[in-house]
């Protein structure tokens, strides 16, 4: 029952409702135990020829306008208890949303997307469940099984109860023995159902290499064999979830026996009458319902308290990159200085970068090559305060990239990555994503800006194009560019693209330079690029390998030491030659 005190903050926002709810359950409750007590009346008045046509109609009609009352108080507490657990999960999801979105991406490599949605959809809705089932059974089965008790003791025979309740401690000592075995195998099925949902996103996500490749046989046994394990680790919580019923039965069972048997030994000791005795039978019938709330409880209420404690672990982890209390909150502007001495990445054992220095002024464009792993990408990781903890200090205009709001600092900065990540949705809104509110001009002007404008263009639908999920229906060259005029429209004060000109042939590739070197005369921009082309106009170049800036200038002051820059110039030289000729050769 710890899971009620854990949601107690929410009771607390809630309790108008809950008061109230509850309390009509009280009144439920309440009348419920009358139709009995009228039923027994009447066969009195059967059995010694009293009853009368008037009396009958009297008491059908207590028992109609009872029925009218439960009803609306029933259509009233489902309002306020199921409609306050429904604002739970609302309260629940948007908490997980927007701390998802706090996270940085060392959370998302210890944690496996699957299992983050499976925390979003299954284990809200358990704890949904507690917040609205678990509360009605818990006090509905001590309202209904109160009263019905008192009403059995008070008004028909103390003895009589008390012998109908011998069999009731087995089943406190029963469920709660099941709710300990529950608790433990819905954990496991829980997981389970993670690894499952974690399979069928990378699966669906990876469908086109799975096809490429021939693995859709071994990738739907892998599918299988996972969802086989959900299907086992949740048979064994059936097993234990079908134990409550029957033992509740066999428990009322019991009951229902002692009942009659000494029952009838009072009616012939006119202790009680016929009457007294249907009265007792049918409110023991109502006590049932009380008694399988038990064991329900137990099930939700185990359910809930699991999940519950797994989305506090992931609402617990801490946001490893936040704003400081005085963080700066206007959009940083101006030269850019990056001195690190040593950054490694979390769980890494050497260093990622290592002496990584330089200077750009604003306006200026930075060309970083390098090999794949040489550590580009991971010096613009740092400028965006994706990862910290390095040695050093990294300044964005008169402060710290540190001192800035993240939002503040991502707000001045316009990222083109190399995964490009389309939603599916418009190409207009795609682009406009950052500022949704932009005119069509706007959106224009940033995809001319890209060299895409004509593509979109020359689709059916234009602008109102859907792209499909992750712009699956584009080539890549179209993604990058459409990735591009995003960025732009933001008209960043930094833009990065981290070879994100990879995809478009070389003349495109010049036209979207060109058109950035124009429009970007008072704004700093950063390229990195294994094509050298993409950075020979840059005011700097840094040449990086294994983590470490090797060479650094200009295009022709690199050329001139004929070092790593030249050699990988020749070579890309060399493998344009080659190209244009095979391109003759098969003409």
Known sequence: MKVFLKLGWFFKERKYQYTVGLFMLVLVAILQLVPPKIIGFTIDEIGTRTLTKAGLFKWLAIIIGVAIAMYILRYYWRQMIFGSSNLLARILREKLHRHFTQMSPSFYQKNRVGDLMAHATNDISAVQQTAGGGVLTLFDSLTTGGFVILAMAITIDWRLTLIALIPMPLVALSTSYYGKLLHERFRHAQAAFSDLNDKTQESISGMKVLKTFGQQQQDVADFTKLSDEVVEKNMRVA??????????????????????????????????????????????????????????????????????????????????????????????????????????????????????????????????????????????????????????????????????????????????????????????????????????????????????????????????????????????????????????????????????????????EEAILHALKEERKNATTIITSHRLSAIQQAHIIIVVDEGTIIEKGTHEQLMALEGSYYEMYQLQQLENLVEQGGDHDGE
């Open 239 to 508: 097993k234990v979830d079908s134990l409550f019923d029957p033992t509740i039965s066999f428990v009322v069972g019991l009951s229902f026996m002692l009942s009659l048997g000494f029952g009838t030994k009072f009616i012939l000791e006119d202790a009680m009458t016929v009457g007294d005795l249907v009265t007792f039978t049918t409110y023991l019938s109502i006590l049932i319902w009380p008694m399988l709330a038990i064991g329900m409880l137990f099930n939700i209420v185990e359910r809930g308290s699991v999940s519950y404690d797994r989305i506090e672990r992931i609402l617990n982890t801490p946001i490893e990159i936040d704003d400081k209390l005085d963080a700066i909150e206007e959009n940083p502007s101006g030269d850019l200085l990056f001195n690190v001495k040593s950054f490694t990445f979390p769980g890494d054992a050497a260093p990622t970068l290592r002496d990584v220095h330089f200077e750009l002024k604003r306006g200026e464009t930075l060309g970083i090559v390098g090999k794949t792993g040489a550590g580009k990408t991971s010096i613009l990781k740092l400028l965006l305060r994706e990862f910290e903890g390095y040695e050093g200090t990294i300044q964005f205009g008169a402060h710290n990239i540190n001192d800035y709001r993240k939002s503040a600092l991502r707000q001045a900065i316009g990222y083109v990555p190399q995964d490009h990540f389309l939603f599916s949705a418009t190409l207009y809104s795609n682009i406009a994503f950052a500022n949704p509110r932009a005119s069509m001009e706007e959106v224009r002007a940033a995809a001319a800006l890209a060299n895409i404008d004509e593509d979109i263009m020359s689709f059916t639908d234009g602008y109102d194009t859907i792209v499909g999920e992750r712009g699956v229906s584009l080539s890549g060259g179209q993604k990058q560019r459409i990735s591009i005029a995003r960025a732009l429209l933001m008209k960043p004060e930094l833009l990065i693209l981290d070879d994100s000109l990879s995809a478009v042939d070389a003349r495109t």
